[in-house]
Every structure is written in C-alpha cells, then in structure tokens.
Nanobody
Framework: QVQLVESGGGLVQPGGSLRLSCAAS????????MGWFRQVPGKQRAFVAG???????NYADSVKCRFTISRDNAKNTVYLQMNSLKPEDTADYYC????????WGQGTQVTVSS
C-alpha cells in the first residue's frame, strides 16, 4: 500500500523560504516520476514540480528559478525547496506520482503572509 506523508509547511513572510518533505512507503521514489502539487480552496490541484526516474526535473512556469525539487533515494523522500516565496504560493502542498497518481496524502499547508 502506497503512503505519502508530507511535512514542512508553515507560515512564512514574503521572500522567505521553506523546505517541504514527502516520505514515501510502498513505492520506490527513484523508480517513479514523482512530483509536488498544490491546491487552493475552490481551485483544482496543480502541478508544481517533478523529478523523473533519470533525475530530470521540470517546473511550472510560476515557480521556475524559485523552487527546487530533489530526492534522497536512501531515505525514499522527495523534497521541495521553496525560495523567494510569494503570497500567491499559499496553498496546500501534496506529493504524488506524476504520471500515475496514487492515493493522496494529507498534504502540508504553506501560508505566505506578512
């Protein structure tokens, strides 16, 4: 059974940074195209960043040059380093397989506000 547990969210001022973590079980992250998604109330969940099996990364235009996705294969964990945060980055953040979604975790809330 696949389980994804997100953590690391919180309240941060504009311009600040956060690092999100996604601990996976029941799935080997290095064998999957893993990604981060975010959702705000009333909107669909949207792709933010992904890391492919070969390590290639890709990003939504809105977060390019500010966010960095990475993974630690030994810990079976995916990370999202978020820098230069903006109020519009406020959302619930989730990780999942990008090309074959599995059950969603509980997510982690990120609030960017002064």
């Amino acid at each position: 059974q696949v389980q994804l547990v997100e953590s690391g969210g919180g309240l941060v001022q504009p311009g600040g940074s956060l690092r999100l973590s996604c601990a996976a079980s029941g799935i080997i992250i290095s064998s999957n195209y893993m990604g981060w998604f975010r959702q705000v109330p009333g909107k669909q969940r949207a792709f933010v960043a992904g890391v492919m099996r070969d390590g290639t990364t890709n990003y939504a235009d809105s977060v390019k040059c500010r966010f960095t996705i990475s993974r630690d294969n030994a810990k079976n964990t995916v990370y999202l380093q978020m820098n230069s945060l903006k109020p519009e980055d406020t959302a619930d953040y989730y990780c999942n397989r990008v090309d074959h979604l599995t059950a969603w975790g509980q997510g982690t809330q990120v609030t960017v506000s002064s």
